[in-house]
């Protein structure tokens, strides 16, 4: 009979990976988590807005709509439970001239159809009753939106991981990993040295990496070629007061929710990101941007000039192509080929996974372990 080091291997040590390995552990199974990086969420899980969302963007019946709707209640009680510094500060959703206006009337419709819970349309006069520096025709005021302490949320997950039994180990990559001939695999990783660890099932969350990791897993492809793109965002911060109590949005581009202002939890402002295709991951942020964003925040604050901004720092988004075209769902597949799943690839977790992970990690370990039905995401 085949015998296994763990029950449950997780590649990844960002929030969605911890939130995996601690729903894991917290069924009894043993679980190991392997980071590559010297830490936990040194990635895209801790270079992003800290914000938690309210799924106001996503289509109906999609994956990010569906994660987000639920992983926004959870996160909020978790925060509470677990005494993680948040706050509901709310968001304005601007509107600057007659065209927003039918996008925002747009978002507005399909957050009432997901169920996003006391949305409210503004007038220009009404929102600069709320925040007198913004300059607006119309705004959406979104109340389920927050911010929140993602460092202490993952330190959070970690400890409920531990507590259970589980395990991180960092500094070790993922090399490759080959299918059993029972079921499960065994995985190479590389630390000080090289070993392998065998494991029931094996999670692809590396988040920048899942593509790279997927392609040089044995024994599972499709056809389908996954090709991986990166969407690299800067911040700046504000050197002033921060003109906004609630986060202050545009609305969204094609790839990305447009530069916004957010505020951290001592109420200093930021805003960013911003979207460049790059072909691989680096966080450098140089302030040859800083014209760029004075342009797209002046649409909404007037008020703000270029030595008002300083560079802060860049995160990285794991977008994917497939069949030439940009993916803009979150994309989970599950391998199980006994009826349980031995493999799960999430490829693509890029915003809102932070506000996702909670469940994201119930939505595994209620439906692919338990070899239910998973959502097929494959298309995107």
Request: proline share 4%; charged share 20%; hydrophobic share 40%.
């Amino acid at each position: 009979m085949q015998t296994y080091d763990f029950d449950v291997l997780v590649i990844g040590a960002g929030a969605v990976g911890l939130a995996i390995g601690r729903a894991a552990a917290l069924t009894g199974r043993s679980v190991v988590v392997v980071e590559r990086h010297a830490a936990f969420g040194t990635e895209t899980s801790s270079r992003n807005s800290e914000v938690i969302h309210s799924g106001l963007y996503y289509p109906a019946g999609s994956m990010k709509s569906n994660m987000c709707l639920k992983g926004n209640e959870k996160l909020y009680a978790y925060c509470k439970a677990r005494g993680i510094d948040h706050q509901r500060c709310e968001k304005l959703v601007v509107a600057t001239t007659g065209a927003e206006q039918v996008r925002l009337l747009e978002l507005y419709n399909n957050g009432c159809k997901v169920g996003v819970d006391g949305l409210r349309l503004l007038s220009g006069d009404e929102a600069r009753e709320l925040e007198p520096e913004v300059s607006c025709e119309a705004a959406l005021q979104v109340p389920s939106t927050g911010i929140f302490d993602s460092h202490a949320f993952m330190l959070a997950l970690l400890g409920d991981l531990e507590t259970a039994g589980g395990q991180l180990v960092c500094n070790t990559e993922f090399v490759r990993a080959e299918k059993l001939p029972t079921a499960g695999f065994v995985a190479t990783l590389i630390g000080p040295e090289s070993f392998e660890l065998s494991a029931k099932c094996l999670v692809n969350s590396a988040g920048l990496a899942a593509i790279n990791v997927r392609q040089n897993i044995g024994g599972t492809l499709t056809n389908d070629e996954i090709v991986p793109r990166y969407a690299k965002g800067s911040y700046f911060k504000l050197n002033r007061r921060a003109p906004f109590s609630r986060l202050v949005y545009p609305i969204p581009g094609v790839h990305g929710l447009g530069v916004h202002f957010t505020r951290d939890l001592a109420g200093a402002g930021r805003f960013g990101p911003d979207v460049e295709w790059i072909t691989h991951p680096d966080h450098q942020v140089t302030d040859d941007r800083i014209a760029s964003f004075v342009d797209a925040i002046r649409s909404y604050w007037k008020n703000i000039e270029p030595q008002d901004l300083s560079v802060d720092y860049a995160g990285v988004r794991p977008k994917y192509e497939l069949d030439g075209k940009t993916g803009t769902d979150f994309r989970i597949d599950a391998f199980t080929p006994n009826g349980k799943a031995e493999l799960i690839n999430l490829i693509g977790i890029e915003s809102p996974g932070l506000t996702s992970a909670l469940e994201i990690a119930d939505y595994l370990f209620a439906d692919a372990l338990s070899g239910k039905h998973v959502y097929d995401s494959s298309t995107p």
